[in-house]
């Protein structure tokens, strides 16, 4: 009985050992196949994490590439000037055909003169730029990199928003106020330019109140004065300067443009490419040439001594005694609306002698007596 006792509970020990390692090896199995699944999951998800991953670096480069190369290709003034860029330029032609300009074509000089572009930096403003700009590029089929070498988009000047951008009116009359100091003038008591002083007695720095009905010109008047402040800086011989809407305003082709600067007499202040059929004075020079589409044109280069009503100075070419004369005169006289002060004043022979410099004898590079001011000129297809 002992026997069969024993051999009984070794039967059912043998049996409870069997049953617990068929659990384990269950358990064993069911684990296995649980860690199979979740490693199967996770590999699932790892391959969708990273194809999303890849994704979103590849979109996240493209954006943050864009971004950098716009911020590479933009320049900033400083509150003294110097160069300027806007990121109008940074889009400029991004799928241009690459082919030669229209100069080249025809056996043209290429235009290689530094350009401003007149920019107060408002909505409209940038859109007039964007367009100015994409019309330069399809009429003069330079190539961007070309154009953004070229192109400075320099500060305008919005007399409204004074005293928050003074500072680019006291760049432009900087050397204006330092003339004038040394004739014994002070800039409050000149003509037009004394508005920035007569502001500064204002409660709140703005511009004088029996001045803002013409606020307009007044900041036209002072964002010219920056653009030939900046040019003298920079030591040109030689600057085309665009106001904003300037490019839809020339009607020399600009296939024709670096001939006419190149072809200035060696007195030439001021070369105006706009006024299209306005007679200006006597015809100077010229030539056969193109259109910006190949047609065949005839260029004339004109004298501008004659008074004509027109106004605008959206398109012109100074010369370095253009900014020295025009310093000098205004530090001695003051100044007027820019564009009529220049163009019907400053380049024809006015009936106030105060306009053609006569007594001052200080100032002897500036042709006294009857002779303008200014020795202008217009270049046009118009005969």
């Known amino acids: 009985m002992e026997t069969f006792t024993q051999g009984a509970r070794k039967a059912r020990a043998t049996d409870a050992l069997m049953r617990d390692e068929n659990e384990v090896a269950q358990r064993i199995r069911k684990d296995r196949f649980k860690t199979v699944v979740v490693l199967l999951t996770l590999g699932v998800f790892a391959a969708a994490f990273l194809m999303l991953s890849t994704t979103n670096v590849v979109a996240s480069l493209g954006v943050r590439g864009g971004a950098v190369n716009a911020l590479g290709r933009t320049l900033r003034t400083g509150r003294q000037g110097g160069r300027a860029r806007s990121g109008v330029l940074a889009g400029l032609g991004s799928s241009l055909e690459r082919g030669r300009s229209v100069m080249a074509r025809f056996g043209t000089p290429e ?31 330079l190539e961007p990199e070309t154009l953004k070498r070229l192109v400075t988009v320099s500060k305008g000047v919005d ?105 200035l007499p060696e007195d030439a202040d001021l070369l105006l490419f706009s006024f299209g059929n306005t007679p200006g004075g006597d015809l100077v020079d010229q030539w056969k040439g193109h259109g910006d589409d190949g047609t065949p ?84 297809t118009w005969s």
């Open 159 to 263: 007399a409204t928003a004074w005293p928050d951008n003074t500072h680019l009116v006291e760049y432009a009359v900087k050397d204006i106020r330092t003339l004038a100091a040394q004739h014994g003038n002070v800039l409050a008591e000149l003509p037009w330019v004394q508005i920035i002083e007569l502001s500064k007695q204002t409660q709140d720095g703005r511009l004088p109140v029996e001045w803002r009905r013409l606020a307009h010109h007044v900041g036209c008047m002072y964002a010219h004065l920056f653009q030939w402040q900046l040019v003298k800086e920079q030591k040109l011989k030689k600057a085309l300067i665009f106001e904003s809407d300037g490019v839809q305003q020339t009607d020399l082709p600009f296939a024709e443009a670096q001939k006419a600067i190149d072809r």
């Open 111 to 141: 235009l290689n003169t530094p350009i401003f572009f007149v920019s107060v930096g408002t909505t409209d403003d940038e859109t007039q730029m964007k367009d100015s700009l994409e019309r330069m590029r399809v009429r003069t089929g």
């Open 297 to 380: 044109v005839d260029v004339h280069l004109y004298k501008w001594n004659k008074w004509n009503a027109v106004a605008g100075l959206q398109s012109y070419v100074i010369t370095d005694n253009f900014v020295r004369k025009v310093q000098e005169y205004i530090s001695h006289k003051g100044a007027d609306m820019i564009d009529a002060w220049l163009l019907g004043k400053m380049c024809v022979v006015g009936k106030d002698k105060d306009w053609n410099m006569r007594g001052l004898g200080e100032t002897q590079f500036m042709p006294p007596g009857s002779k303008p001011i200014l020795n202008c000129y217009h270049a046009t």
